[in-house]
């Protein structure tokens, strides 16, 4: 179901990332009562590379702490969901800008399906790099794709960068 709604992993409401969606009474729009839908692709993968960001910090890079708390067992095979991504990366922490990506990719992978139409889209070059480099600046909820893309080449409206 993640592919239907420009969210490639089920990011759940709460978090207010950039291309977040609203009902006509301005409520957030959810699927399954908790997944945020998104503007489009490219903000539904910026928002995960944001949450990822996120758990490299609060769990030092540790792939299998943060699938744990993404993807719990409940929910997910998440043994094998630790491995896939930690196969895709390389290794078992995310290190450097590169892991990352790779971290991304292979979310979005398992999520949506290796080979799956979908999982192809989100991962296409330009939607991929735009969706990262869009990640590095902070965004408020209410921004559109238009105006994220502003961010990309207009210096002064970038809010705040980070690094791993």
Do not use: C
């Not at 759940?12 to 699927?31: I, S, T, W």
């Amino acid at each position: 179901m993640a592919e239907e709604y420009n969210n490639p992993a089920n990011i759940e409401h709460g978090q207010g990332y950039a291309g977040e969606l609203d009902d006509k009474e301005g409520n957030p729009k959810l699927y399954a009562g908790r997944f945020v839908m998104f503007e489009n692709k490219v903000l539904g993968t910026r928002a995960l590379f944001r949450d990822v960001q996120s758990k490299v910090k609060e769990f030092d890079g540790d792939i299998t702490k943060m699938i744990n708390k993404f993807a719990p067992d409940i929910e997910n095979p998440t043994n094998n969901y630790v491995e896939y991504v930690q196969t895709r990366v390389g290794k078992e922490k995310i290190e450097t800008e590169e892991d990352l990506r790779f971290a991304v990719m292979g979310i979005i992978e398992f999520e949506n399906g290796i080979n799956s139409p979908k999982t192809t889209e989100y991962l296409e070059a330009d939607n991929f790099e735009t969706a990262y480099q869009l990640s590095k600046t902070s965004l408020p909820r209410n921004t559109t794709y238009d105006d994220a893309l502003k961010t990309l080449t207009d210096p002064t409206k970038v809010a705040q960068r980070w690094q791993i």
